[in-house]
Protein backbone atom coordinates (compact mmCIF):
# COMPACT_ATOMS: atom_id res chain seq x y z
CA UNK A 1 0.00 0.00 0.00
CA UNK A 2 1.37 3.46 -0.57
CA UNK A 3 2.23 6.07 2.01
CA UNK A 4 -0.14 8.26 0.47
CA UNK A 5 -2.86 5.70 1.19
CA UNK A 6 -1.46 4.85 4.34
CA UNK A 7 -1.99 8.13 5.50
CA UNK A 8 -5.75 7.91 5.24
CA UNK A 9 -6.00 5.40 7.76
CA UNK A 10 -7.26 5.95 11.52
CA UNK A 11 -5.26 4.64 14.19
CA UNK A 12 -5.79 2.89 17.85
CA UNK A 13 -2.21 4.02 19.41
CA UNK A 14 -3.08 7.66 19.68
CA UNK A 15 -7.01 7.76 19.27
CA UNK A 16 -9.72 8.89 22.77
CA UNK A 17 -12.90 8.47 23.74
CA UNK A 18 -15.30 10.46 22.43
CA UNK A 19 -17.91 8.58 23.59
CA UNK A 20 -17.57 5.77 26.39
CA UNK A 21 -19.71 2.73 26.13
CA UNK A 22 -22.71 2.70 28.14
CA UNK A 23 -21.37 -0.11 30.11
CA UNK A 24 -18.69 -2.88 30.88
CA UNK A 25 -19.03 -6.00 28.80
CA UNK A 26 -19.75 -7.48 25.62
CA UNK A 27 -22.42 -6.45 23.96
CA UNK A 28 -22.41 -2.81 25.81
CA UNK A 29 -21.43 -0.71 22.47
CA UNK A 30 -21.42 3.28 21.66
CA UNK A 31 -20.63 3.70 18.41
CA UNK A 32 -22.02 2.93 14.28
CA UNK A 33 -21.36 6.96 14.34
CA UNK A 34 -21.69 9.51 11.32
CA UNK A 35 -20.25 12.88 11.70
CA UNK A 36 -20.15 15.79 9.63
CA UNK A 37 -18.59 19.61 10.11
CA UNK A 38 -20.12 22.74 9.92
CA UNK A 39 -19.21 26.27 10.92
CA UNK A 40 -16.49 24.67 12.93
CA UNK A 41 -18.73 22.25 15.03
CA UNK A 42 -18.81 18.48 14.60
CA UNK A 43 -22.00 17.19 14.50
CA UNK A 44 -22.04 13.57 15.47
CA UNK A 45 -25.01 10.73 15.22
CA UNK A 46 -24.21 7.21 17.05
CA UNK A 47 -25.91 4.53 18.06
CA UNK A 48 -25.88 3.04 21.50
CA UNK A 49 -26.03 -0.94 22.15
CA UNK A 50 -26.68 -3.03 24.92
CA UNK A 51 -26.74 -6.59 24.90
CA UNK A 52 -29.18 -8.61 23.04
CA UNK A 53 -31.00 -10.00 25.92
CA UNK A 54 -31.08 -5.69 27.17
CA UNK A 55 -32.63 -4.51 23.35
CA UNK A 56 -29.90 -4.55 21.40
CA UNK A 57 -29.48 -0.48 19.95
CA UNK A 58 -32.03 1.22 22.02
CA UNK A 59 -31.31 5.09 21.00
CA UNK A 60 -29.90 7.25 18.50
CA UNK A 61 -28.03 10.11 19.97
CA UNK A 62 -27.12 13.41 18.37
CA UNK A 63 -24.58 15.79 19.50
CA UNK A 64 -22.60 18.36 19.05
CA UNK A 65 -18.56 19.19 19.84
CA UNK A 66 -15.83 22.03 18.88
CA UNK A 67 -13.00 20.35 19.40
CA UNK A 68 -14.30 17.28 18.02
CA UNK A 69 -13.66 15.37 21.27
CA UNK A 70 -15.53 16.26 23.63
CA UNK A 71 -19.46 16.16 22.95
CA UNK A 72 -22.95 17.87 24.00
CA UNK A 73 -25.87 15.82 23.24
CA UNK A 74 -28.31 17.85 21.48
CA UNK A 75 -31.19 15.05 20.83
CA UNK A 76 -32.38 11.66 21.37
CA UNK A 77 -34.07 9.15 19.37
CA UNK A 78 -35.84 6.21 20.57
CA UNK A 79 -36.02 2.59 18.69
CA UNK A 80 -39.56 3.07 20.38
CA UNK A 81 -40.62 5.74 18.12
CA UNK A 82 -40.27 4.18 15.35
CA UNK A 83 -41.32 0.64 16.34
CA UNK A 84 -38.24 -1.15 15.30
CA UNK A 85 -36.20 -3.44 17.22
CA UNK A 86 -33.11 -2.10 16.92
CA UNK A 87 -31.16 0.91 15.48
CA UNK A 88 -27.82 0.76 13.81
CA UNK A 89 -26.03 3.42 11.87
CA UNK A 90 -27.34 6.90 11.32
CA UNK A 91 -26.45 9.78 9.30
CA UNK A 92 -26.31 13.36 10.36
CA UNK A 93 -26.44 16.42 7.79
CA UNK A 94 -27.41 19.57 6.45
CA UNK A 95 -29.79 20.35 4.02
CA UNK A 96 -30.95 23.68 2.01
CA UNK A 97 -33.92 23.94 4.34
CA UNK A 98 -32.54 22.40 7.79
CA UNK A 99 -31.05 19.14 9.15
CA UNK A 100 -31.91 15.30 8.58
CA UNK A 101 -30.85 12.22 10.49
CA UNK A 102 -31.23 8.77 8.79
CA UNK A 103 -32.12 6.22 10.81
CA UNK A 104 -31.60 2.16 10.45
CA UNK A 105 -33.94 0.30 11.43
CA UNK A 106 -34.52 -3.28 12.59
CA UNK A 107 -38.00 -5.03 11.52
CA UNK A 108 -39.50 -6.77 15.19
CA UNK A 109 -39.45 -10.67 14.93
CA UNK A 110 -37.13 -10.70 11.37
CA UNK A 111 -34.03 -10.27 10.26
CA UNK A 112 -35.35 -7.41 7.85
CA UNK A 113 -34.06 -3.42 7.93
CA UNK A 114 -35.53 -0.54 6.87
CA UNK A 115 -33.94 3.21 6.26
CA UNK A 116 -36.14 6.12 7.49
CA UNK A 117 -35.18 9.65 7.40
CA UNK A 118 -36.23 12.79 9.66
CA UNK A 119 -36.21 16.57 8.85
CA UNK A 120 -36.57 19.60 10.63
CA UNK A 121 -35.82 22.87 10.81
CA UNK A 122 -33.06 22.78 13.86
CA UNK A 123 -31.10 19.54 14.68
CA UNK A 124 -32.67 19.41 18.82
CA UNK A 125 -35.58 19.03 16.56
CA UNK A 126 -34.73 15.95 14.76
CA UNK A 127 -36.73 13.45 17.10
CA UNK A 128 -40.18 15.22 16.03
CA UNK A 129 -39.08 16.03 12.31
CA UNK A 130 -40.65 14.99 9.27
CA UNK A 131 -40.31 11.29 8.85
CA UNK A 132 -39.95 9.69 4.90
CA UNK A 133 -39.14 6.28 4.57
CA UNK A 134 -36.08 6.38 2.25
CA UNK A 135 -35.16 2.50 1.63
CA UNK A 136 -38.00 0.01 2.59
CA UNK A 137 -36.14 -3.28 1.89
CA UNK A 138 -37.89 -6.20 0.62
CA UNK A 139 -38.17 -9.62 1.37
CA UNK A 140 -35.69 -10.58 -0.04
CA UNK A 141 -33.08 -7.89 0.96
CA UNK A 142 -32.81 -5.34 4.36
CA UNK A 143 -30.68 -2.08 4.18
CA UNK A 144 -29.09 -0.29 6.46
CA UNK A 145 -25.93 1.73 7.43
CA UNK A 146 -26.23 4.38 5.32
CA UNK A 147 -23.19 6.73 3.67
CA UNK A 148 -24.37 9.81 2.27
CA UNK A 149 -22.57 12.37 -0.10
CA UNK A 150 -23.81 15.51 -1.36
CA UNK A 151 -21.63 15.91 -4.29
CA UNK A 152 -23.48 19.41 -5.97
CA UNK A 153 -26.93 18.78 -6.97
CA UNK A 154 -26.58 15.09 -6.51
CA UNK A 155 -26.90 12.77 -3.91
CA UNK A 156 -24.82 9.53 -3.21
CA UNK A 157 -25.77 6.50 -0.96
CA UNK A 158 -23.38 3.37 -0.31
CA UNK A 159 -25.64 1.28 1.63
CA UNK A 160 -25.02 -1.88 3.27
CA UNK A 161 -27.50 -4.65 1.89
CA UNK A 162 -28.20 -8.39 3.65
CA UNK A 163 -29.62 -10.93 1.63
CA UNK A 164 -32.68 -13.03 3.36
CA UNK A 165 -33.38 -15.58 1.16
CA UNK A 166 -31.32 -18.18 2.79
CA UNK A 167 -32.04 -18.35 6.35
CA UNK A 168 -29.23 -18.65 8.73
CA UNK A 169 -27.07 -16.22 6.44
CA UNK A 170 -28.73 -12.84 7.01
CA UNK A 171 -25.29 -11.70 8.56
CA UNK A 172 -23.46 -11.92 4.97
CA UNK A 173 -23.43 -7.93 3.34
CA UNK A 174 -23.15 -6.22 0.32
CA UNK A 175 -23.02 -2.56 -0.35
CA UNK A 176 -24.57 -1.50 -3.05
CA UNK A 177 -24.64 2.54 -5.10
CA UNK A 178 -27.43 4.44 -4.98
CA UNK A 179 -28.43 8.27 -6.11
CA UNK A 180 -30.98 10.65 -5.71
CA UNK A 181 -32.05 14.34 -6.83
CA UNK A 182 -33.24 15.14 -2.59
CA UNK A 183 -31.93 12.60 -0.58
CA UNK A 184 -35.34 11.46 -0.19
CA UNK A 185 -36.40 9.51 -3.47
CA UNK A 186 -33.09 6.68 -4.74
CA UNK A 187 -32.30 5.16 -7.64
CA UNK A 188 -30.08 1.77 -7.12
CA UNK A 189 -27.07 1.80 -9.21
CA UNK A 190 -25.99 -1.87 -8.74
CA UNK A 191 -23.68 -3.48 -6.45
CA UNK A 192 -20.72 -1.05 -5.12
CA UNK A 193 -18.41 -3.29 -3.58
CA UNK A 194 -18.81 -7.07 -2.92
CA UNK A 195 -17.03 -9.90 -0.53
CA UNK A 196 -14.07 -11.68 -2.46
CA UNK A 197 -13.99 -15.85 -1.75
CA UNK A 198 -11.46 -17.00 0.30
CA UNK A 199 -10.32 -13.50 1.65
CA UNK A 200 -10.75 -11.95 5.28
CA UNK A 201 -13.53 -9.86 3.51
CA UNK A 202 -15.37 -12.96 1.93
CA UNK A 203 -18.59 -12.66 4.16
CA UNK A 204 -19.23 -9.10 3.98
CA UNK A 205 -18.32 -5.71 2.60
CA UNK A 206 -19.68 -2.39 4.15
CA UNK A 207 -18.97 0.89 3.15
CA UNK A 208 -18.54 3.38 5.95
CA UNK A 209 -17.07 6.32 4.93
CA UNK A 210 -15.80 8.48 1.87
CA UNK A 211 -12.41 9.37 2.05
CA UNK A 212 -12.31 10.58 -2.01
CA UNK A 213 -14.64 10.86 -4.92
CA UNK A 214 -12.19 11.72 -7.29
CA UNK A 215 -11.11 8.68 -7.67
CA UNK A 216 -13.56 7.19 -5.63
CA UNK A 217 -12.10 6.00 -2.52
CA UNK A 218 -13.63 4.44 0.61
CA UNK A 219 -12.95 2.69 4.12
CA UNK A 220 -15.04 -0.58 4.82
CA UNK A 221 -15.97 -3.03 7.10
CA UNK A 222 -15.19 -6.54 6.59
CA UNK A 223 -15.32 -9.71 8.20
CA UNK A 224 -14.70 -13.59 6.72
CA UNK A 225 -17.15 -15.60 9.31
CA UNK A 226 -20.81 -15.62 10.20
CA UNK A 227 -19.08 -15.79 14.15
CA UNK A 228 -16.99 -12.53 13.38
CA UNK A 229 -20.46 -10.28 13.04
CA UNK A 230 -20.28 -7.61 14.98
CA UNK A 231 -16.41 -7.71 15.22
CA UNK A 232 -15.74 -6.11 11.87
CA UNK A 233 -12.17 -4.76 11.42
CA UNK A 234 -11.59 -2.45 8.38
CA UNK A 235 -10.06 -1.90 5.24
CA UNK A 236 -9.73 0.15 2.37
CA UNK A 237 -10.70 -0.04 -1.38
CA UNK A 238 -10.31 2.63 -4.58
CA UNK A 239 -11.84 2.73 -8.01
CA UNK A 240 -10.17 1.12 -10.72
CA UNK A 241 -11.97 1.20 -14.00
CA UNK A 242 -15.25 2.72 -12.30
CA UNK A 243 -15.45 -0.42 -9.83
CA UNK A 244 -14.38 -0.04 -6.11
CA UNK A 245 -11.21 -2.79 -5.39
CA UNK A 246 -9.68 -3.61 -1.74
CA UNK A 247 -6.08 -2.36 -1.61
CA UNK A 248 -4.92 -5.08 0.91
CA UNK A 249 -5.52 -8.82 0.94
CA UNK A 250 -5.64 -7.99 4.96
CA UNK A 251 -7.53 -5.84 7.00
CA UNK A 252 -5.67 -2.46 7.42
CA UNK A 253 -7.03 -1.26 11.25
CA UNK A 254 -8.32 -3.47 13.88
CA UNK A 255 -8.31 -3.08 17.76
CA UNK A 256 -5.63 -4.65 19.99
CA UNK A 257 -8.11 -5.61 22.61
CA UNK A 258 -11.36 -7.29 23.42
CA UNK A 259 -13.18 -9.08 20.21
CA UNK A 260 -10.70 -7.35 17.89
CA UNK A 261 -13.51 -4.68 16.24
CA UNK A 262 -12.71 -1.71 14.49
CA UNK A 263 -15.57 -0.72 12.74
CA UNK A 264 -18.01 1.77 11.09
CA UNK A 265 -15.09 4.39 10.55
CA UNK A 266 -16.09 7.87 9.34
CA UNK A 267 -13.70 10.27 8.36
CA UNK A 268 -14.76 14.42 8.68
CA UNK A 269 -12.13 16.62 6.56
CA UNK A 270 -10.33 18.91 8.31
CA UNK A 271 -9.41 22.52 6.58
CA UNK A 272 -6.02 22.08 6.94
CA UNK A 273 -5.96 18.94 4.59
CA UNK A 274 -6.26 16.31 7.32
CA UNK A 275 -9.21 14.18 8.21
CA UNK A 276 -10.79 13.25 11.99
CA UNK A 277 -11.86 9.76 12.33
CA UNK A 278 -14.27 8.27 14.31
CA UNK A 279 -14.99 3.99 15.02
CA UNK A 280 -16.35 1.41 16.89
CA UNK A 281 -13.46 0.31 18.43
CA UNK A 282 -13.06 -3.05 20.77
CA UNK A 283 -12.09 -2.67 24.34
CA UNK A 284 -10.27 -5.16 26.41
CA UNK A 285 -13.51 -6.44 28.84
CA UNK A 286 -15.62 -6.92 25.23
CA UNK A 287 -17.09 -3.43 25.40
CA UNK A 288 -16.75 -1.05 22.64
CA UNK A 289 -16.41 2.77 22.56
CA UNK A 290 -16.44 5.54 20.33
CA UNK A 291 -13.14 6.55 19.35
CA UNK A 292 -11.75 9.38 17.69
CA UNK A 293 -8.49 10.27 16.09
CA UNK A 294 -7.11 12.75 13.61
CA UNK A 295 -4.62 11.44 10.29
CA UNK A 296 -3.14 11.99 7.20
CA UNK A 297 -0.96 15.34 6.60
CA UNK A 298 -1.49 19.21 6.41
CA UNK A 299 -1.49 20.39 3.16
Keep these: MSTTLDLLLPRFDDAEVAVPAPGPGPGNWAGAASAVLVDDVFWLAYRVRRPLDEGRGVSVVVARSTDGVRFTTVCEVSRDAFGAASFERPVVMPTDDGWRLYLS ?35 DWGVKDPVVVRDGDRWRMWVCCHPLAEPGHEDRMVTRYATSPDGLVWHDEGVALAPTPDRWDSRGTRVTTVLGLDPLTVLYDG ?77
Design 105 to 139: CATPGSKHWWIEALDAARPEDLPSGHRTVVLAGDA
Design 223 to 299: RATAEANWFETTGLAQAVDGRLVPVSDTPLVASPEGDGAFRYAAAVPLPDGRARFYAEVARADGSHDLMTTVAGRPA
